[in-house]
C-alpha cells in the first residue's frame, strides 16, 4: 500500500519511528514530514497528506502532532479526508470498519511508539465493513461535504 505521512515538529520524533515501521511491513512511504523541533504550523502538512489521499496517489494518510488534534481538525476540512484522531486499539479497527478512514491522526505526547505501531497495523489491516449502515451514514457525511462546498 502507498501511504503519505506528515508530521510538524511535536510530532516528528513519532513519525520517523513511524517510517521504517511501515516499510518493514511492505508499505511504500512517501515522507512529507518534518524532522526538527523548530516549530511549523500543522496544516501545512495536514494538507500535503491529505493532498496525495484525494488525488489518488496514495491509498492512506498517517498525520502526527502533539495530540494529533490538530492535525485532525485541519484533515477533516478537506472534502474527502475522513480522518480519525485514534490512541486506542478498539477505535483504530471501528474507524476502519465503520466509517472507512482514509487517513489516521495520532498525538506523539499522548501514546508511545509501540501502541502507534500497534494502532497503525490494526488501521492498515482492516477492512471497511461495506455494511448498509456504515455506507449510508458515509454517504450522509459526504452530502453535508457537499453542502458546505456549495455555500463557501
Known sequence: MKIAIGADHA????????????????HEVQDFGWSSEQSVDYPDYA???????VEGNVERGILICGTGIGMSIAANKIPGIR?????D?????ATREHNDTNVLALGERVIGPGVAQEIIRIWLETPFSEGERHI???????ALEDKQSLHP
Do not use: M, W
Open 47 to 53: 494538507l500535503q497528506v491529505c493532498n496525495q489521499v
Open 83 to 87: 480522518c480519525a484522531l485514534t490512541h
Open 136 to 142: 449510508g451514514r458515509i454517504s450522509k457525511v459526504k
Open 89 to 93: 486499539l478498539f477505535s483504530a479497527k
Open 11 to 26: 510530532g516528528y520524533r513519532l513519525k520517523d519511528v513511524v517510517v521504517p515501521y511501515l516499510e518493514s511491513l511492505g
